[in-house]
């Protein structure tokens, strides 16, 4: 069966700028969680959609946001680009809420903000 | 909010075994412990998962003590192809409240 799909896989922004990543989960999978990856901070969560609510969030500022649809496909977005924000971007879907059910990751979106 | 580490990196040889530990002072009594493989602009990959006592399965092991702060990733016989980042994630197994907490991850390296 298909994998986690991230598109797209490279981006490159202007400080400023907003952009809109997107994330297919797994055919059935219900839950879709989104994490940054830099190599000061490691991985970090940023926040989970079941259902197409948000269920949990990271400490991560307003200008990140994402949104699920009701085919659980998600979209995260972040709006005024900062330098630092230049990270791979991961989603994971599970079947269901929670870290029993274990998470499958796509390969990610790399932005780089310059 | 559990908080994980992990050593920053180690090395092996083939056929050696490997045992990572992560610690996990402040996990909740609901939360499970998974680990995770990295390779370079690659996502995390599921190697294994557990709550308590030991778990097995084709790849590695899992050990977790009884009070549950710590847990071992055990690798029988690494290979070069085994070279990468290994994370542990201790994560709400109900769902409620749970903020994923992923260690610091740790680099293998395998020499021949």
């Known amino acids: 069966k298909a994998g986690v799909t991230q598109t797209p896989r490279y981006l490159i922004k202007t400080r400023g700028q907003q952009v809109t990543l997107s994330c297919s989960p797994i055919?059935?999978?219900?839950?879709v969680s989104w994490y940054q990856q830099t190599p000061g901070q490691g991985l970090q969560f940023l926040f989970e959609y079941f259902s197409e609510t948000q269920r949990n969030k990271g400490n991560f500022p307003g200008r990140f946001s994402g949104r699920q649809f009701s085919n659980s496909r998600s979209e995260m977005n972040v709006s005024t680009l900062e330098l630092g924000d230049s990270a791979l971007y991961l989603c994971a879907s599970s079947l269901d809420r929670g870290a029993f059910y274990g998470y499958t990751f796509g390969s990610g979106t790399r932005l780089t903000v310059v | 909010l559990a908080k994980t580490t992990q050593p920053i990196s180690m090395d092996s040889y083939e056929g050696q075994e490997v045992n990572i530990t992560c610690s996990h002072n402040?996990?909740?009594?609901?939360?499970?412990i998974t680990w995770y493989q990295q390779f370079p602009s690659q996502g995390p990959r599921f190697i294994i998962q557990g709550y308590k006592t030991k778990v097995t399965n084709e790849v590695a092991s899992l050990f977790i003590p009884a009070d549950r702060k710590s847990s071992t990733l055990s690798l029988p016989r690494v290979s070069l192809s085994d070279t990468a980042v290994y994370y542990c994630l201790v994560g709400d197994g109900g769902g409620a409240t749970n903020k994923l907490i992923f260690g610091t991850g740790t680099l293998l390296a395998v020499q021949p």
């Open positions: 402040n996990i909740a009594t609901n939360d499970y």
């Open positions: 055919s059935g999978h219900r839950s």
